[in-house]
């Protein structure tokens, strides 16, 4: 097994942070050339990435993610945007229309960039032993991160992505056996609801160990009340500030 | 510079495998797990992959992706899936209402998550001498992909991923310079026409070197055409075949 595996099989979430360690400008732009070499779709880069490391946005970051404290006390917060203002850009310079926003394939191209660009930092990060933890919430209250980093036209908010030299290491949140996620030749939808069964076991156990038999919460009603309920914040406001910020999705 | 930095800058698309060497299972299996240990969306885990070996089903797939002969080519070809399948499941066996499929978030959340498990993937496979190519064009054909993967509902295929050790490595496509992608406490549009500028000039040298003058074309001029027309294809079917596999989005 190579560094590189290792460090991708290691991955912790981070929320908690040695204050008396910053993260230079060097080094996160180094994390971020790493970020835009990844692939993206057809060299559109589709992906804006804005750093605030002031106080006070900071503080407003938080809020937006319904008061996430680690937003705040990270010495970095990166913002991942799907950014299609370029495009438009382009296609003005070369006097063509410019039609992508108006489908729902712009959300799926952005948000796979995103993703991509995400997941390439983390690695990034990680192998300068830097800790991390998105935080989609920002998606919560979408028009205020907007606001307050002057997000202009077809750029819109994804996730963020608190950084900073991780105080403790947490124990490594197990995920479900590969055998649900990982499918050969065809879907394996037999084999899913045993799966579920058997990370729900696997879930509780590491709750109850987590927490001195506090909570032995399982996976699939925290998967369940997110998707009846938790989710309804974000239901409200996505589409709606989407479709402002010119995304006619259909 | 460290070595996993060392590799994420270094990727560039391979579209030309060393037939004589193959991709075995267990290098597959250590991918994945690197994959699916990458951060993802409260848990939730919104992500599937189904590894394709089968000669037949790539010769299929490779039409649906609008013959794209590497995907026929190259000895795995994994199909990487926005998946509420699980948590559609997971809704039943708790009692409660299954509704993130009835918004946007759904797509949003999904893409983003497939995004993360891409970029991982990419790393965990150019850090064993693996060359990758992400096929985004088997969005073209949905349709086709989710009968011969047999796709159930909640289920979408949003990228695919060549792989194979590389015949020839071919040189490294600029990218746009940083000033244009990553932003300094609140996003910089004034920049954004004169990097666009810039980068088309390289992008034209570029090309010409590639081509021994044949093609100079520039940056602005392909994003332009593809966004007025190039997409066409893909808006027709994304959409609809998102509402069929159960995606309500508004």
Redesign the interface.
Same mark, same amino acid.
């Given at each position: 097994?190579? &560094?590189?595996?290792k460090?991708?099989?290691?991955?912790r #979430?981070i929320r908690e942070y040695d204050t008396s360690r910053d993260i230079n400008e060097e080094q996160? &732009?180094?994390i971020?050339?790493? +970020?835009?070499?990844?692939?993206n779709?057809?060299?559109? =880069?589709q *992906?804006?990435?804005?750093? *605030?490391?002031?106080s006070e946005?900071k503080v407003e970051l938080a809020k937006a993610a319904g008061n996430q404290k680690w937003v705040e006390e990270a010495p970095v917060f990166l913002v991942f945007?799907i950014?299609f203002?370029?495009?438009k850009?382009? #296609?003005e310079?070369?006097?063509? &229309?410019?039609?992508?926003v108006?489908? !729902? /394939?712009a959300?799926?191209?952005g948000?796979?960039?995103?993703?991509?660009?995400?997941?390439?930092t983390?690695?990034?990060a990680e #192998?300068?032993g830097i800790g991390? !933890?998105?935080i989609?919430g920002i998606?919560k209250n979408p028009q205020d991160v907007i606001d307050?980093? /002057?997000?202009?036209e077809f750029?819109y908010p !994804? !996730?963020g992505l608190a950084m900073g030299y991780p105080k403790t290491i947490p124990s490594?949140?197990p995920?479900?056996p590969?055998e649900?996620?990982?499918?050969? &030749? =065809?879907?394996n939808?037999e084999v =899913?609801?045993e799966?579920?069964d058997q990370y729900d076991k696997t879930i509780s156990s590491y709750m109850s160990e987590r927490t001195n038999g506090q909570d032995t919460s399982d996976?699939? #009603?925290?998967?369940?009340?997110?998707? /009846?309920s938790r989710?309804d914040p974000? +239901?409200k406001v996505?589409?709606p500030t989407?479709k402002k910020q010119g995304f006619h999705?259909?």
């Open positions: 097994m190579n &560094e590189v595996i460090l991708l099989g290691n991955h #979430s996160i &732009e180094i971020m050339k790493s +970020a835009m070499a990844a692939p779709w057809t060299n559109g =880069q *992906v804006s990435v804005i750093a *605030v490391r002031d946005k945007c950014d203002y370029r495009a850009l382009a #296609s310079k070369n006097g063509k &229309e410019f039609r992508i108006d489908d !729902v /394939e959300i799926i191209v948000s796979t960039d995103v993703g991509i660009a995400l997941g390439t983390v690695a990034a #192998s300068m991390i !933890v998105p989609g998606r307050l980093l /002057e997000l202009p750029v !994804v !996730v490594q949140k995920r479900l590969l649900a996620t990982y499918h050969k &030749e =065809q879907y939808a =899913q609801m799966m579920i996976w699939s #009603s925290k998967v369940a009340h997110f998707n /009846e989710f974000y +239901a996505t589409g989407l999705f259909k």
